[in-house]
């Protein structure tokens, strides 16, 4: 199956940094990610759809200037937390789709996630 | 907008044996996916199985499968002879299927928690 990589795993910082994680797809091109965010024993909640080349697509409520994406090239996408807070500690997940023939998507893979600690 | 029902928060079997686990979707799309994603402990979520809603005939994968009811709008997974490893949390979700490129957005359910007893 294909193979989604995060970096970092986890990560402690303090208050008020900023911290990247990045999304890559190691055997195949995306030209769709998705980042979530899943709170303890909650389901995944779409933050974001990062579109390479352009701008993504933040769900209602989602700050964007607060959860920046880049979605440099088709097999790299970031989520920046800027100015982090306690309440942004969370588990974030990214997610690609390998293109089939013609432009269509079957199937979302999952990167193993980011567990971010805003201390 | 669609919605996807999981209400069983949490079920455990014994080792060896099957269990179902169901999900309920409502959409008015004809032409899409369904999905059962597993996230054990480590977090990672892991595809189990797929289905295309214009395919007929359920899907398998090994000691997996699916019980898929398009006019219901009933998707549910079967684990025969359930291992220690089908510890975890499974989640069931729908994808509406897009010819073209474009925002091929997840929906999921809110989740079951099972529990595979030694």
């Known amino acids: 199956g294909a193979v989604v990589s995060q970096h970092p795993s986890r990560v402690i910082c303090k208050s008020g940094t900023s911290v990247k994680i990045e999304c890559r797809s190691l055997?195949?091109?995306?030209?769709?990610m998705f980042w979530y965010r899943q709170f303890p024993k909650q389901s995944l909640m779409l933050m974001a759809t990062s579109n390479e080349g352009s701008k993504a697509t933040y769900e209602q409520g989602v700050e964007k200037d607060k959860f920046l994406i880049n979605h440099a090239s088709l097999t790299l996408s970031t989520l920046t937390v800027t100015s982090a807070h306690p309440e942004d500690s969370s588990f974030y997940i990214c997610?690609?789709?390998?293109?089939?023939?013609?432009?269509?998507?079957?199937?979302?893979?999952f990167g193993p996630g980011t567990r971010l600690l805003v201390l | 907008a669609q919605t996807v029902t999981q209400s069983q928060p949490e079920m455990s079997v014994q080792e060896a044996e099957t269990v179902t686990l169901s999900c309920t979707y409502d959409?008015?799309?004809?032409?899409?996916?369904l999905f059962w994603y597993k996230q054990p402990p480590s977090r990672q979520m892991i595809l189990v199985i797929r289905q295309e809603a214009y395919k007929q005939q359920n899907a398998t994968e090994n000691r997996f499968s699916v019980n898929f009811q398009k006019a219901a709008k009933s998707f549910s997974l079967k684990i025969s002879d359930s291992q220690l490893g089908d510890t975890a949390m499974y989640f069931c979700?729908?994808?509406?299927?897009?010819?073209?490129?474009?925002?091929?957005?997840?929906?999921f359910g809110t989740g079951t928690r099972l529990t595979i007893i030694p």
């Open positions: 055997d195949f091109q995306a030209t769709t």
């Open positions: 959409t008015s799309e004809n032409n899409y996916y």
């Open positions: 979700a729908f994808m509406k299927r897009m010819f073209n490129f474009g925002n091929e957005k997840l929906t």
């Open positions: 997610s690609a789709s390998p293109l089939l023939s013609g432009g269509a998507v079957e199937t979302q893979y």
